[in-house]
């Protein structure tokens, strides 16, 4: 999976309508625009300090775009980090936000300041296992490969140890994922932000786990594909175990808020104050406006979910309630 989609995003930009997929900030500027604010009241309320703004994953740079011009109005016009492994979608960012500094990985992030970091559909491009319940216990799914054709194999069997409790007993077929990948970004930058301060806002789709489910998913053209078809030319993704990465940043004893839907998140944020506010400049735009915002809040509003992460010094995130 990491070696697919390594490939997958260093080749082309998959987003938009002549894309694979489209995401929550290339639907609307709202997005981009309520979360600059969300990270401009955090920054304002714990003292305005020196800090970096970091993206996992930019995309097209939409997001941050967006979110950069209302942290600006609000007085925030922090350095730039992102963390992007395509050349094809840096060289895309670079075009938006061009002062940006770019790494590959998040060990290169500033260490001598607090962070805020923000991580849109990025959790969910990262490669997951799965582990599958056979009449005898727990086994690994491995993916054989044979010339061009890959399949879906049992591997062996995992100690029942590993297996968390309430699903230990769970009937044969079922199937529980991990993502040790994101997992261990997210309890390294947890680790930085109760150091150095600062939060990080991870919005995917998800689900509070550790639970079942086979959520490993390929898109291409918009439309579903089988994962195991042409690996490298098509998004793969799973949904993110928020209850997991919380969990982790508590081992780090990083305060955590939600998960919560996309859409209440968006909605304790302003977001009917700002359509409106948008409506009434481009009225001839009044009615694409409204549905964007039905977009965000409705069809994506419990799919998506969102997690914040703080350092304990830190106040307490906006849009929680
Ligand atoms: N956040 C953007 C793009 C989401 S697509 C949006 O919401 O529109 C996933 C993004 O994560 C792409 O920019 C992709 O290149 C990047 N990405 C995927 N795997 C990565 C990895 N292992 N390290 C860094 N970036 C990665």
Redo the contacts with the bound molecule.
């Keep these: 999976m990491?070696a697919a989609?390594?490939h997958y995003?260093?080749t082309r930009d998959?987003?938009g309508a002549g894309g694979d997929?489209t995401?929550?900030?290339?639907i609307s500027q709202m997005f981009g625009e309520l979360i600059g604010l969300w990270c401009a009241d955090l920054w304002d309320r714990a003292g305005r300090p020196e800090m970096a703004w970091v993206?996992?994953?930019?995309?097209?740079g939409?997001?941050a775009v967006d979110a950069l011009r209302a942290m600006a109005k609000a007085g925030l016009a922090p350095p730039v980090h992102f963390?992007?492994?395509?050349p094809v979608?840096r060289a895309a960012q670079a075009e938006r936000v061009p002062d940006a500094v770019w790494h590959?990985?998040i060990d290169t992030l500033p260490t001598d300041r607090p962070l805020i970091v923000i991580?849109?559909?990025?959790f969910?491009?990262?490669p997951i296992r799965q582990l599958v319940r056979g009449a005898a216990g727990w086994f690994e799914r491995l993916v054989a490969c044979q010339d061009t054709l890959f399949l879906p194999i049992a591997g062996k069997q995992m100690p029942d140890a590993i297996i968390p409790e309430a699903l230990r007993d769970a009937p044969p077929g079922s199937v529980i994922e991990t993502s040790p990948?994101s997992v261990a970004i997210l309890r390294d930058l947890a680790q930085r932000i109760v150091v150095q301060g600062g939060a990080l806002l991870a919005i995917d789709y998800g689900y509070a786990g550790p639970a079942l489910g086979d959520t490993l998913q390929a898109v291409r053209g918009h439309a579903f594909a089988n994962p195991f078809e042409t690996p490298g030319e098509q998004?793969l993704t799973a949904h993110v175990d928020f209850g997991t990465l919380a969990a982790a940043a508590l081992v780090e004893r990083a305060r955590v808020a939600g998960p919560i839907g996309q859409g209440a998140f968006l909605t304790a944020l302003g977001i009917d104050a700002r359509a409106a506010a948008l409506a009434k400049t481009v009225s001839e735009r009044a009615d694409q406006i409204a549905i964007d915002k039905a977009r965000l809040t409705q069809a994506m509003g419990d799919l998506f979910q969102v997690l914040a992460v703080t350092a304990p010094a830190w106040p307490q995130p906006a849009g929680f309630a």
Excluded: K
């Excluded at 963390?83 to 395509?86: C, D, K, L, N, R």
């Design positions: 990491a989609n390594q995003y260093a998959p987003l997929f995401t929550a900030p290339e993206e996992l994953g930019p995309g097209r939409t997001l963390v992007e492994t395509s979608l590959d990985s991580a849109n559909e990025f969910d491009a990262l990948a998004d």
